[in-house]
């Protein structure tokens, strides 16, 4: 099964000082100073990299007669440096969730199609409509939509599918059309993959998945699956837009799942308060956080504490010295927690405290970074385990995915 992770252009510094925080890279220099995860390991941690049109306004030209380009790149693969060495596939999707909330899709199945054969992808997804339960407009009221205007939906992205497919023969595109089915229900999850199979597409997408629990998308996979297997139709490809269940892939292996992509390890790295990062005893640890003084929230904490910004920076200081210390065993883990915890009181997340103390001190006493290989690991040392900033917690992410592909993905 192929692991495809979502590009939001997470890049690190790979001259960033540890040590002083230096950034050698200006953030004019965002995008030749800093690497994709495929760059910092020896071996890429997935199999491919899906590109949104959701983040269409980068590619457009600047007239209509023009080569579309991203960063100046005519070729999608240039843009996300992946040479002979790195054999990964990249494929396109047109980024429902970004037009979730309009009726009319924003652009049309000719202009996706041209695209992605003009920017050299390898596959690429037909133009779909998001099938939702409701929307919101543009004075940001919430509006129902009925079963009728669901279907509706389902109904576009079917005849845009049998366009698309269409169009991409009729000019002979080498990259590979993926169907997009869209449902409301199991039943018409069904309809949507027959439909598209009777249209002669070999690989399907199933999207909209992300919005249900992992109970139900057991339930819409497993009754696609068996579908497709008693109807006796032609052996298919099926791909899972933005769907990681863990607990699912053993049976989605089984039911012989193509791929799918998710950015979920990656961004668990900063987005979750308990599940930070991902050990290679297959247990989540909590990062230690040390925001940057600099921060206008932490300012305002302080401010609001009555600390002064010489206390404030100092604090941090002592923070991020304890924990470096630690780390080299110089530095007993009472006075780490207590250097941490201190600068910790002006998060304002006073129901916590003993909580995190707990977390903290499980993932400080497990010293879990020394027992990674990986290269973010060998590098970054404890840094990997220290929330602040991008150029540590996107680290963090890399690890992540690393640690997934390896020890989760390839054993089921």
Same mark, same amino acid.
């Given at each position: 099964?192929?692991?495809?992770?979502?590009?939001?252009?997470?890049?690190?510094?790979?001259?960033?000082?540890?040590?002083?925080?230096?950034?050698?890279?200006?953030?004019?220099?965002?995008?030749?100073?800093?690497?994709?995860?495929?760059?910092?390991?020896?071996?890429?941690?997935?199999?491919?990299?899906?590109?949104?049109?959701?983040?269409?306004?980068?590619?457009?030209?600047?007239?209509?007669?023009?080569?579309?380009?991203?960063?100046?790149?005519?070729?999608?693969?240039?843009?996300?440096?992946?040479?002979?060495?790195?054999?990964?596939?990249?494929?396109?999707?047109?980024?429902?969730?970004?037009?979730?909330?309009?009726?009319?899709?924003?652009?049309?199945?000719?202009?996706?199609?041209?695209?992605?054969?003009?920017?050299?992808?390898?596959?690429?997804?037909?133009?779909?409509?998001?099938?939702?339960?409701?929307?919101?407009?543009?004075?940001?009221?919430?509006?129902?939509?009925?079963?009728?205007?669901?279907?509706?939906?389902?109904?576009?992205?079917?005849?845009?599918?049998?366009?698309?497919?269409?169009?991409?023969?009729?000019?002979?595109?080498?990259?590979?059309?993926?169907?997009?089915?869209?449902?409301?229900?199991?039943?018409?999850?069904?309809?949507?993959?027959?439909?598209?199979?009777?249209?002669?597409?070999?690989?399907?997408?199933?999207?909209?998945?992300?919005?249900?629990?992992?109970?139900?998308?057991?339930?819409?996979?497993?009754?696609?699956?068996?579908?497709?297997?008693?109807?006796?139709?032609?052996?298919?490809?099926?791909?899972?837009?933005?769907?990681?269940?863990?607990?699912?892939?053993?049976?989605?292996?089984?039911?012989?799942?193509?791929?799918?992509?998710?950015?979920?390890?990656?961004?668990? &790295?900063? !987005?979750?308060?308990?599940?930070?990062? =991902?050990?290679?005893? /297959? %247990?989540?640890?909590?990062?230690? +956080?040390?925001?940057?003084?600099?921060?206008?929230?932490?300012?305002?904490?302080?401010?609001?504490?009555?600390?002064?910004?010489?206390?404030?920076?100092?604090?941090?200081?002592?923070?991020?010295?304890?924990?470096?210390?630690?780390?080299?065993?110089?530095?007993?883990?009472?006075?780490?927690?207590? &250097?941490? !915890?201190?600068?910790?009181?002006?998060? =304002?997340?006073?129901? /916590? %405290?003993?909580?995190?103390?707990? +977390?903290?001190?499980?993932?400080?006493?497990?010293?879990?970074?020394?027992?990674?290989?990986?290269?973010?690991?060998?590098?970054?040392?404890?840094?990997?385990?220290?929330?602040?900033?991008?150029?540590?917690?996107?680290?963090?992410?890399?690890?992540?995915?690393?640690?997934?592909?390896?020890?989760?993905?390839?054993?089921?």
């Amino acid at each position: 099964m192929q692991y495809f992770i979502p590009d939001w252009e997470d890049r690190i510094d790979p001259n960033f000082n540890f040590d002083s925080d230096f950034k050698w890279i200006r953030n004019s220099d965002s995008y030749t100073g800093r690497v994709y995860a495929h760059e910092i390991f020896k071996k890429p941690p997935y199999d491919g990299i899906l590109i949104s049109l959701g983040l269409l306004n980068k590619f457009r030209p600047s007239n209509n007669d023009a080569q579309p380009s991203i960063r100046g790149f005519t070729d999608i693969k240039q843009y996300l440096r992946i040479n002979s060495n790195n054999p990964l596939k990249v494929m396109g999707d047109c980024g429902a969730f970004s037009y979730v909330n309009q009726d009319i899709v924003p652009f049309s199945v000719t202009q996706v199609a041209d695209l992605y054969d003009s920017l050299n992808f390898d596959l690429g997804i037909s133009l779909d409509h998001l099938v939702v339960k409701s929307i919101v407009n543009e004075n940001g009221k919430k509006i129902d939509l009925s079963e009728s205007q669901q279907e509706t939906r389902r109904q576009l992205s079917l005849e845009n599918a049998k366009a698309f497919l269409n169009y991409c023969r009729a000019k002979r595109y080498s990259f590979v059309p993926i169907g997009a089915a869209q449902g409301l229900s199991t039943r018409t999850y069904i309809d949507s993959v027959d439909k598209l199979i009777e249209m002669n597409y070999n690989y399907i997408a199933l999207g909209g998945l992300i919005r249900y629990t992992t109970a139900q998308v057991d339930e819409i996979v497993t009754a696609i699956m068996e579908d497709v297997v008693s109807r006796k139709h032609p052996p298919i490809k099926v791909h899972l837009l933005g769907v990681l269940r863990p607990q699912l892939l053993r049976k989605f292996r089984r039911f012989g799942i193509t791929s799918f992509d998710s950015a979920s390890y990656l961004r668990k &790295a900063w !987005l979750r308060s308990s599940m930070n990062y =991902f050990g290679p005893d /297959e %247990k989540w640890y909590s990062a230690i +956080r040390v925001p940057y003084s600099w921060n206008s929230n932490i300012r305002a904490s302080a401010k609001e504490h009555g600390i002064s910004l010489d206390k404030l920076q100092r604090l941090e200081r002592d923070a991020m010295t304890a924990l470096k210390g630690f780390a080299k065993s110089n530095e007993d883990l009472v006075s780490a927690l207590d &250097a941490v !915890l201190e600068y910790d009181t002006l998060l =304002f997340r006073a129901s /916590e %405290k003993t909580d995190l103390k707990e +977390r903290y001190k499980q993932t400080l006493q497990s010293r879990i970074w020394e027992r990674c290989s990986c290269e973010i690991c060998t590098d970054a040392g404890i840094d990997v385990l220290i929330f602040r900033g991008a150029n540590r917690n996107k680290r963090r992410g890399f690890h992540n995915v690393k640690i997934f592909h390896n020890l989760i993905l390839n054993q089921n």
